[in-house]
T-cell receptor, first 113, second 112 residues
Framework: AQSVTQPDIHITVSEGASLELRCNYS??????LFWYVQSPGQGLQLLLK??????LVQGIKGFEAEFKRSQSSFNLRKPSVHWSDAAEYFC???????????FGPGTRLSVLP | SQTIHQWPATLVQPVGSPLSLECTVE??????LYWYRQAAGRGLQLLFY??????ISSEVPQNLSASRPQDRQFILSSKKLLLSDSGFYLC???????????FGSGTQLSVL
C-alpha cells in the first residue's frame, strides 16, 4: 500500500535559520509529490508539487523541495525561516492516476524569535 | 475563479445523533471531490472521493457515508455518530487527476 512518512513530528528553529523537513514515500511507480502547509484551524495550502522533470522544484513563500528517487524522498527546504512559517506541514503522494492522495502525518514547525 | 465552501465551521453533536456536512465548489465543472478527516495531532485520512455525480469511492470502512447529488456538491453523512468520529473534516477538490488539491476551511466536529 502507498504510504508517506514524515519522521519529525515537531521541529523548532530560530528565525533566520535554515529548515529541512523530511518526507519519504512508498509507491511502486513514479509518484506525484506535494507539500502542503496548514495554519491552525484552517484548510491546507499547496506549497509546491513535483510531477516530472527537474528534481528541484520551487514553491511559494521561498520554499523548495528536491525529489530523490534513489532515496524515495521529497524533502522540503527553506534557507531562512520567518516567524510566519510556523504551521503544520504535510507531504503527500498522489496515486491511482492521481485520483487519490495519501498524506503524511505532518510535521509541526515552531519558530523562535 | 474557483471557490470551495464548506459548512458548518464547527459542530458539537451528541453520540448517536446524525451528521450532515456539506461542501460545494463554484467556478468549475466536473471536479474530483474528496473528504478527509484529520484527528488531533495526526495527519489527513482520506475518507471518500468522487470523480462524478453518484460515483463515490470509500477508502476506509466506517459508519460514515458520502453522496454527490450534484456535480459540485459533496455531502458527508452519518446516521449515528460515534465518539471516534470527532475530528477536523476537510473537503477538497481537484480539476484534473494528480492536479493539486484545493481545500475548504474545514469543519471541527466534536462528538460528546
Amino acid at each position: 500500500a502507498q504510504s508517506v512518512t514524515q519522521p519529525d513530528i515537531h521541529i523548532t528553529v530560530s528565525e533566520g535559520a535554515s529548515l529541512e523537513l523530511r518526507c519519504n514515500y512508498s509507491y511502486g511507480a513514479t509518484p506525484y509529490l506535494f507539500w502542503y502547509v496548514q495554519s491552525p484551524g484552517q484548510g491546507l495550502q499547496l506549497l509546491l508539487k513535483y510531477f516530472s522533470g527537474d528534481t528541484l522544484v520551487q514553491g511559494i513563500k521561498g520554499f523548495e523541495a528536491e525529489f530523490k528517487r534513489s532515496q524515495s524522498s521529497f524533502n522540503l527546504r527553506k534557507p531562512s525561516v520567518h516567524w510566519s512559517d510556523a504551521a503544520e506541514y504535510f507531504c503527500a503522494v498522489a496515486y491511482n492516476y492521481g485520483q487519490n492522495f495519501v498524506f503524511g502525518p505532518g510535521t509541526r514547525l515552531s519558530v523562535l524569535p | 475563479s474557483q471557490t470551495i465552501h464548506q459548512w458548518p465551521a464547527t459542530l458539537v453533536q451528541p453520540v448517536g445523533s446524525p451528521l450532515s456536512l456539506e461542501c460545494t465548489v463554484e467556478g468549475t465543472s466536473n471536479p474530483n471531490l474528496y473528504w478527509y478527516r484529520q484527528a488531533a495531532g495526526r495527519g489527513l485520512q482520506l475518507l471518500f472521493y468522487s470523480v462524478g455525480i453518484g460515483q463515490i469511492s470509500s477508502e476506509v470502512p466506517q459508519n460514515l457515508s458520502a453522496s454527490r447529488p450534484q456535480d459540485r456538491q459533496f455531502i458527508l453523512s452519518s446516521k449515528k455518530l460515534l465518539l471516534s468520529d470527532s475530528g477536523f473534516y476537510l473537503c477538497a477538490w481537484s480539476l484534473y487527476a494528480a492536479e493539486k488539491l484545493f481545500f475548504g476551511s474545514g469543519t471541527q466536529l466534536s462528538v460528546l
